[in-house]
């Protein structure tokens, strides 16, 4: 009787300790990781004004913002963690995401430059995101010698990436270097071969080539 008794209050005592267990609260990042972006921005945001130091709260609530297309909020709450560490590389990340899809380039290029300084020599998997976003941005404002520079960088370090590729053949149409615009267009044709951007980017810059003096 006493053995059956002490069974039952030690299954009783496991199911406790189980169900406790199952309740611990997730951390923010757990709950970014499962879709929960707004319980998971709550919990940092009460994180945050306990700790303000723990800089960890101000990239996932950034990441949370990313994925709700929230990006003024984004860029917000980032500023808020570079004022407690400039050189965070994640908080600059998320920075150029906020300002590149809100469409502020300036501050694009801005952001790039501090990512380009802190990062040092790590090869973060990042680095060619960063090149094609500053390189897009320098487009959308009409840079495109600064363009060119940057999206060759991009290209060198992710080579044959369809989207690198395309937008160089169009940097160089744009600066009216029609053979290496040729040359970047049949390479971006190979790689995406039903393109429309890459076919009638070859045909047009092939049509310019051939009415250009010999």
Same mark, same amino acid.
């Given at each position: 009787?006493?053995?059956?008794?002490?069974?039952?209050?030690?299954?009783?005592?496991?199911?406790?300790?189980?169900?406790?267990?199952?309740?611990?609260?997730?951390?923010?990042?757990?709950?970014?990781?499962?879709?929960?972006?707004?319980?998971?921005?709550?919990?940092?945001?009460?994180?945050?004004?306990?700790?303000?130091?723990?800089?960890?709260?101000?990239?996932?609530?950034?990441?949370?913002?990313?994925?709700?297309?929230?990006?003024?909020?984004?860029?917000?709450?980032?500023?808020?963690?570079?004022?407690?560490?400039?050189?965070?590389?994640?908080?600059?990340?998320?920075?150029?995401?906020?300002?590149?899809?809100?469409?502020?380039?300036?501050?694009?290029?801005?952001?790039?430059?501090?990512?380009?300084?802190?990062?040092?020599?790590?090869?973060?998997?990042?680095?060619?995101? $960063?090149?094609?976003?500053?390189?897009?941005?320098?487009?959308?404002?009409?840079?495109?010698?600064?363009?060119?520079?940057?999206?060759?960088?991009?290209?060198?370090?992710?080579?044959?990436?369809?989207?690198?590729?395309?937008?160089?053949?169009?940097?160089?149409?744009?600066? $009216?270097?029609?053979?290496?615009?040729?040359?970047?267009?049949?390479?971006?044709?190979?790689?995406?071969?039903?393109?429309?951007?890459?076919?009638?980017?070859?045909?047009?810059?092939?049509?310019?080539?051939?009415?250009?003096?010999?």
């Amino acid at each position: 009787m006493n053995r059956v008794v002490f069974v039952f209050c030690f299954l009783f005592l496991y199911i406790g300790l189980s169900a406790q267990t199952n309740t611990t609260p997730q951390t923010a990042r757990e709950l970014y990781y499962a879709g929960k972006y707004n319980e998971a921005i709550t919990l940092a945001e009460t994180q945050r004004r306990a700790n303000p130091e723990n800089i960890d709260n101000y990239i996932v609530m950034g990441w949370c913002y990313s994925r709700l297309g929230d990006y003024r909020n984004m860029v917000t709450i980032t500023q808020q963690g570079l004022r407690i560490q400039g050189a965070n590389i994640w908080l600059l990340i998320n920075q150029i995401e906020a300002y590149f899809y809100l469409k502020d380039y300036n501050s694009v290029v801005v952001a790039c430059e501090r990512y380009f300084k802190y990062r040092g020599n790590s090869t973060d998997k990042y680095l060619p995101v $960063a090149y094609y976003n500053l390189g897009l941005s320098f487009y959308y404002m009409r840079a495109y010698y600064k363009a060119d520079i940057t999206l060759s960088a991009a290209n060198s370090v992710s080579p044959r990436d369809y989207k690198n590729v395309i937008l160089l053949a169009e940097i160089k149409e744009a600066l $009216a270097d029609y053979k290496k615009s040729a040359e970047f267009f049949t390479i971006a044709k190979e790689i995406q071969p039903a393109s429309t951007r890459a076919i009638d980017g070859l045909a047009r810059v092939t049509e310019k080539l051939s009415s250009e003096p010999k």
